[in-house]
């Protein structure tokens, strides 16, 4: 108490300052209409200022949130989109219901990415525990991303497009010509499409996607641009020059894509083989 009486008496005059000039600015901008309205604009316009950066510290820190959002709707796009294209399919080719592939999405992030090796390889965030086994295919919003090559419970290891042991068959767009994606190194946004035929039709800009005829990747998958073409090394196919749609250097949402007929057709496809190394 004492400590206070003796704070009064050393800036009374100060305390008397600050007490009149409230006064004399409530009385102000109480009674004059013009200083009123300075004030209450002033006032407004601080008030405004503070809830932008509320609400801009907000939406900094929902940024995650918002884009796993973004991935699980662009998980059940890309589901819509492959019911479509079996629907379309099933209606040009009258495929029994019985014989149709279901594919189904594993949503992953990337861990870690290499670029610059001539066998690069992609770390993803998701396992056996999330139902990714070996030889899954991956793509991302873009194309194709690649083929699960190891697998732990909880993380596993994508052989990249850009890897020297990649083989993806793929088909130029509504052309039906066959051939298959390599990569040959140093260019991270190029690949190589290998054993064209003579006898194709295509043209510099036409599309490049998967073919549909492995159990990886389903039909119509975009890989790429066609940006150059060239005669092959003994002049009986064209190598074709396509520009990547996956951008690799800025890659981090990915989807391992389950084929619920994978376990059956890999099965199959294994026992023919050894079969004929028995022959």
């Not at 083929?147 to 290891?157: D, M, N």
């Given at each position: 108490m004492r400590n206070l009486i003796e704070f009064i008496q050393r800036f009374n005059h100060w305390i008397l300052f600050l007490f009149?000039?409230?006064?004399?600015?409530?009385?102000?901008?109480?009674?004059?209409?013009y200083q009123g309205s300075v004030w209450f604009s002033s006032a407004n316009s601080m008030a405004g200022t503070m809830l932008e950066w509320d609400s801009n510290f907000d939406n900094f820190f929902s940024q995650a949130a918002i884009n796993d959002k973004l991935t699980q709707t662009n998980l059940d796009?890309?589901?819509?989109?492959?019911?479509?294209r079996e629907a379309l399919a099933k209606t040009r080719q009258k495929v029994d219901t019985k014989d149709k592939i279901t594919y189904q999405y594993i949503p992953a992030k990337v861990v870690s990415n290499t670029l610059n090796e001539v066998n690069n390889l992609i770390t993803i965030n998701k396992g056996s525990a999330d139902g990714v086994r070996k030889d899954m295919g991956v793509v991302d919003g873009n194309g194709v991303?690649?083929?699960?090559?190891?697998?732990?419970?909880?993380?596993?290891?994508?052989i990249s497009v850009l890897n020297s042991h990649s083989n993806i068959s793929c088909v130029i767009?509504?052309?039906?010509y066959f051939g298959y994606l390599l990569w040959e190194g140093n260019e991270p946004d190029v690949a190589y499409v290998n054993d064209i035929p003579r006898h194709a039709h295509f043209k510099i800009g036409d599309y490049v996607t998967t073919s549909g005829y492995s159990s990886v990747f389903p039909r119509g998958i975009?890989?790429?641009?066609?940006?150059?073409?060239?005669?092959?090394?003994?002049?009986?196919?064209?190598?074709?020059?396509?520009?990547?749609a996956t951008d690799f250097s800025h890659l981090r949402d990915v989807r391992v894509i389950n084929n619920s007929s994978f376990k059956e057709r890999i099965k199959i496809e294994q026992a023919a083989k050894d079969s004929l190394t028995m022959l």
């Open positions: 009149l000039e409230i006064i004399s600015l409530t009385l102000l901008f109480s009674y004059n209409g796009l890309q589901a819509e989109n492959d019911r479509l991303v690649g083929i699960v090559y190891l697998v732990a419970k909880h993380y596993s290891v994508v767009r509504d052309r039906g975009s890989v790429g641009k066609i940006i150059a073409s060239y005669n092959s090394a003994d002049g009986l196919s064209y190598k074709l020059k396509v520009s990547l």
